[in-house]
C-alpha cells in the first residue's frame, strides 16, 4: 500500500473541502496521484447525488451580490438538505463563492457550465454532495441590471433581494437597501400595477365582487366597488406602490423620490423553502 503524507492529504482537502479520512482513503486508492483522487472524490459525490436525488433541499443560503460597477446585480439560492448545514461556514463560503461566478453569467445553465477552478460549477456541486453527504443544487438564480443596483441579505441567509434605480443619484446605496429590505419583509408580486399579471388581477376582481354580494351589495354597483378594492390589493402587493416600513405614511415611490430624480425599475427577490 502506498504511503501518503499528511501534507498531500491536507493539499487534497484544502483543494475538494472532504474530510480528512476521506482525502487519505482517496489518496492511498489513487496509489498518491492528486488528479486521481479528486476524480475519486467526484465519483463518490456522483453516487450520493444520484441517492439523494429525490430529497427534498429546502434549506441552504441565499446570497445576494452587486459588481463593482453597481449596475449589475445576482442572487444565488445554494440549498441543501438541513440547517445544519446551511450555518456551516464553508457551506456559505461555497455559496458567495457562486455568487461572484454568477455576475458573469445570464441563466443558471451559463453558470453551471462555468469555470471553478478547473472543473465546472455542476461538478462542483456533485463533489461537495459527496464531500457533505446531502443533496446540494442551486434552487434559485437572478439577474438585474440598472443604473445603480443594491441588495440586501436577510440575517441567517433565507431571503436576499435585489433592486434597480433609475438613476446613482448621491446615496443611491442607501435608498437601494432601504427598499431592498421593504422587498424582503413585504414580499410585493410585482413592482407596480402594470407588473401584476392579467390573471392575477380578474382573480382579485371576482373574488371582491363574490364578497359584495355576500354583503347583498347590487349587482350595478359591484364593478365600481370592485375597482376600488382592487386599488388597495395594488397598494398593499405592488413595491412601489406600498406603505414604506419605516414611515407608513408615505408609499415606497415617495421616500424614493425624497433622493431627487430617480425611481424604482426592478427588483428581485429569492427566499428558501
Known amino acids: 500500500m502506498v504511503k501518503v503524507t499528511a501534507s498531500e492529504v491536507n493539499n487534497l482537502r484544502?483543494?475538494?473541502?472532504?474530510?480528512?479520512?476521506?482525502?487519505?482513503?482517496?489518496?492511498?486508492?489513487?496509489?498518491?496521484?492528486?488528479?486521481?483522487?479528486i476524480e475519486i472524490l467526484r465519483k463518490k459525490g456522483q453516487k450520493v447525488a444520484a441517492k439523494r436525488a429525490d430529497r427534498d433541499s429546502n434549506e441552504g443560503a441565499v446570497i445576494a451580490n452587486v459588481n463593482d460597477n453597481n449596475n449589475t446585480g445576482v442572487i444565488v439560492s445554494l440549498n441543501c438538505e438541513t440547517d445544519f448545514v446551511a450555518k456551516n461556514d464553508s457551506f456559505v463560503n461555497l455559496a458567495k463563492q457562486l455568487a461572484d461566478i454568477a455576475l458573469e453569467h445570464n441563466s443558471l445553465d451559463s453558470l453551471l457550465a462555468a469555470d471553478f477552478n478547473g472543473m465546472t460549477v455542476s461538478e462542483k456541486l456533485t463533489e461537495q454532495t459527496g464531500v457533505i453527504g446531502e443533496k446540494i443544487e442551486i434552487g434559485g438564480f437572478k439577474k438585474l441590471e440598472a443604473p445603480f443596483v443594491g441588495s440586501y441579505i436577510h440575517a441567517g441567509n433565507?431571503?436576499?433581494?435585489?433592486?434597480?434605480?433609475?438613476?446613482?443619484?448621491?446615496?443611491?446605496?442607501?435608498?437601494?437597501?432601504?427598499?431592498?429590505?421593504?422587498?424582503?419583509?413585504?414580499?410585493?408580486?410585482?413592482?407596480?400595477?402594470?407588473?401584476?399579471?392579467?390573471?392575477?388581477?380578474?382573480?382579485?376582481i371576482e373574488i371582491a365582487k363574490d364578497q359584495l354580494r355576500q354583503e347583498g351589495k347590487p349587482e350595478a354597483m359591484l364593478d365600481n366597488i370592485a375597482k376600488g378594492k382592487l386599488k388597495r390589493f395594488?397598494?398593499?402587493?405592488?413595491?412601489?406602490n406600498q406603505a414604506f416600513i419605516k414611515d407608513s405614511k408615505i408609499s415606497v415611490a415617495d421616500y424614493v423620490k425624497t433622493y431627487g430624480d430617480v425611481s424604482v425599475t426592478a427588483f428581485e427577490r429569492v427566499a428558501l423553502g
Not at 433609475?166 to 437601494?176: G, I, P, Q, Y
Request: charged residues 25%.
Open 14 to 37: 484544502k483543494a475538494t473541502g472532504a474530510g480528512m479520512m476521506d482525502c487519505k482513503n482517496a489518496l492511498v486508492e489513487a496509489d498518491g496521484n492528486m488528479d486521481k483522487a
Open 158 to 204: 433565507k431571503i436576499a433581494t435585489l433592486v434597480g434605480l433609475s438613476a446613482n443619484v448621491d446615496n443611491a446605496e442607501t435608498v437601494a437597501k432601504d427598499v431592498a429590505m421593504q422587498a424582503a419583509a413585504m414580499n410585493p408580486i410585482a413592482l407596480n400595477e402594470d407588473g401584476v399579471d392579467a390573471s392575477v388581477v380578474e382573480k382579485e
Open 234 to 240: 395594488f397598494k398593499d402587493n405592488t413595491l412601489v
